[in-house]
């Protein structure tokens, strides 16, 4: 049974954010396909809903943004600025934080 | 397996046709959709090019690309809103805040030296001709970046001028009469109106420059690729 996505758009700037933090730079599509990899097919990052938040960290200065021609077209990569690094310890706190709560609201136990 | 610059340029064409123009927008939506068909080729060898990118189409959504672009614009317009505000707010900072204080004191001296409002307002107008024609200057220039959603956006600011000038006008024809701190309130409003138009041209200027230095990396780029 694949997760429930709408339980997942609030953390997606997070989720964007972490994967930055872990990898150098990363295009569109990429994300996509790391979020599925990681999750198994379980989570589907749709691109209706990563590039706005891609755009909106972009905007807020949290990316930073290169062009590059790669296999006869043209990639826009996204890293981590400095404060988006700052952001990114920030959301994941906030999201540890929200999961730990959830688990005590929904008598979770948590995983080890 | 990657695509040839024959199909790429077919993708290319076909966002062409269904409304997205602009270059910038062009390139995210084009990677994605390339390296999705590029996927399900190599997944599926049999599978036609053609198939393959309705695939991709189907898998957006119906408004998919359309929502991407409205993000790009969105992203565009805050981004370029902050570095307007910057630049603004520069002037009022410690680097320049003497030299904006310094002009409008200039402008309330030339008033009162002229004194008279009709003679003012003969230099207020020889200053808005010259103006006008750099604008106009700037109008027929070779719109090189016009197919960047960013330099459309980067130029929007400066395109607000004329009602700063009517504000301006306003303030010189119908001057405020009395004093303010000792000052003439009607001179003193007109010299601080100018300065504010001035600093207000300059930074939507300058953020203009910065969207075109944002076009021209991504056309650099393009000539790489056509060359």
């Known amino acids: ?112 | 397996m990657n695509l040839s610059k024959i199909q790429l340029e077919k993708i290319r064409v076909y966002l062409d046709e269904i409304g997205f123009k602009y270059i910038d927008v062009q390139m995210e939506i084009l990677d994605h959709i390339a390296s999705a068909v590029e996927e399900k080729m190599t997944e599926d060898p049999n599978l036609a090019f053609q198939d393959a990118v309705n695939q991709t189409r189907v898998s957006f959504g119906k408004a998919g690309f359309t929502k991407i672009e409205k993000s790009i614009v969105k992203g565009l317009n805050k981004k370029y809103w902050k570095l307007f505000l910057q630049h603004f707010s520069s002037f009022f900072g410690i680097k320049y805040i003497w030299a904006v204080f310094l002009s409008a004191f200039g402008i309330y001296q030339l008033q009162n030296l002229i004194s008279n409002k009709d003679n003012f307002f003969a230099v207020f107008f020889l200053a808005f001709i010259i103006f006008f024609a750099i604008q106009a200057y700037r109008g027929f220039k070779p719109l090189a970046y016009k197919r960047y959603m960013v330099y459309k956006i980067s130029g929007t600011y400066a395109g607000y001028f004329g009602l700063f000038l009517m504000m301006v006008f306003q303030a010189i024809v119908k001057p405020s009469s009395g004093l303010l701190f000792g000052l003439n309130k009607g001179y003193l409003i007109v010299s601080i109106l100018t300065v504010l138009f001035a600093v207000y041209y300059i930074a939507a200027l300058k953020t203009e420059k910065d969207g075109v230095l944002e076009s021209k990396a991504i056309a650099d780029k393009l000539k790489l690729l056509y060359s």
């Open chain 1, 1 to 112: 049974m694949s997760t429930n996505n709408e339980l997942f758009k609030g953390t997606l700037q997070t989720i964007v954010l972490k994967l930055l933090s872990e990898n150098d730079r990363m295009y569109g599509y990429e994300i996509t396909q790391k979020v599925k990899q990681i999750t198994k097919g379980e989570l589907m990052l749709k691109e209706g809903a990563l590039y706005p938040a891609l755009h909106k960290l972009e905007a807020e200065g949290f990316l930073e943004t290169t062009t590059e021609v790669v296999d006869n077209r043209l990639r826009k990569y996204y890293s981590l600025s400095r404060s988006g690094n700052k952001e990114m310890v920030n959301k994941l706190q906030e999201a540890k934080d929200f999961i730990a709560q959830l688990q005590l609201l929904l008598n979770l136990k948590p995983t080890t």
